[in-house]
């Protein structure tokens, strides 16, 4: 069984930083693509930044040159850095990992959600 396990949210001020991690356990045999998403109230779920086993990345337009997406491949860990938070990233932060378990297709597992509040 996998479980992806979040960590790093928080309160923060405007203009603060945080680093989420997200990391997948279990009986696991490749992980693809590791992604963030992030949902606010009222809004639909929307694509943060994603990164392929190849090491390209995607960043939303919205967190362009203030997020950094990294991978540790050994430790089956995502990061997020996010720098210069703005009130408009508050949201409840999501890992998406698209792997194959031992036995069954590969397919994309969710976290469990951390929420990130930024103060004005």
């Given at each position: 069984q996998v479980q992806l396990v979040e960590s790093g949210g928080g309160l923060?001020?405007?203009?603060?930083?945080?680093?989420?991690?997200c990391a997948a356990s279990g009986s696991i045999v490749s992980i693809n693509a590791m992604a963030w998403y992030r949902q606010a109230p009222g809004k639909q779920r929307e694509l943060v930044a994603r990164i392929r086993s190849s090491g390209?990345?995607?960043?939303?337009d919205s967190v362009k040159g203030r997020?950094?997406?990294?991978?540790?491949?050994?430790?089956?860990?995502?990061?997020?850095?996010m720098n210069n938070?703005?009130?408009?990233d508050t949201a409840v932060y999501y890992c998406n990992i698209r792997l194959r378990p031992w036995?069954?297709?590969?397919?994309?597992?969710?976290?469990?959600?951390?929420?990130?509040?930024?103060?004005?």
């Open positions: 923060v001020q405007a203009g603060g930083s945080l680093r989420l991690s390209s990345t995607y960043y939303a997020s950094t997406i990294s991978r540790d491949n050994a430790k089956n860990t995502v990061y997020l850095q938070l703005k009130p408009d036995g069954t297709p590969e397919r994309d597992y969710w976290g469990q959600g951390t929420q990130v509040t930024v103060s004005s």
